[in-house]
């Protein structure tokens, strides 16, 4: 299985980014898709995730600004990023739950500064 994210970047406060996770390779049903953050010196944490039912949920910090979708016809997850704060700056992972295992992507580097 590979996740190949992209969309990530340099933005001011306030602005907005689009991520997406494009999912290949043999699987089975995706059970889970997510997006997790880690910023320098912390731990990893999840932002958000979205389960085959098309249920959501999201870290208490990122809620009303953050949007997670799946598009399940090319197995991909987005993540729309708006009203961006310096302390969402990280480097986020794609992870996708499929066949009992976590599948982690290579992480994409998003930078909030004015």
Not at 13 to 32: K, Q, T, W, Y
Not at 55 to 73: E, H, L, M
Not at 90 to 114: D, E, H, K, M, P
Request: aromatic share 8%.
């Amino acid at each position: 299985v590979q996740l190949v994210e992209s969309g990530g970047g340099l933005v001011q406060p306030g602005g907005s980014l689009r991520l997406s996770c494009a999912v290949s390779g043999n699987m089975f049903i995706i059970l889970e898709m997510g997006w997790f953050r880690q910023a320098p010196g912390k731990q990893r944490d999840l932002v958000a995730r979205i389960n085959s039912g098309g249920s959501a949920d999201y870290a208490d910090s990122v809620k009303g600004r953050f949007t997670i979708s799946k598009d399940n016809a090319h197995n991909t997850v987005y993540l729309q990023m708006n009203s961006l704060k310096p302390e969402d700056t990280a480097v986020y992972y794609c992870r996708v739950l499929t066949g009992g295992i976590l599948n982690w992507g290579q992480g994409t580097q998003v930078t909030v500064s004015s």
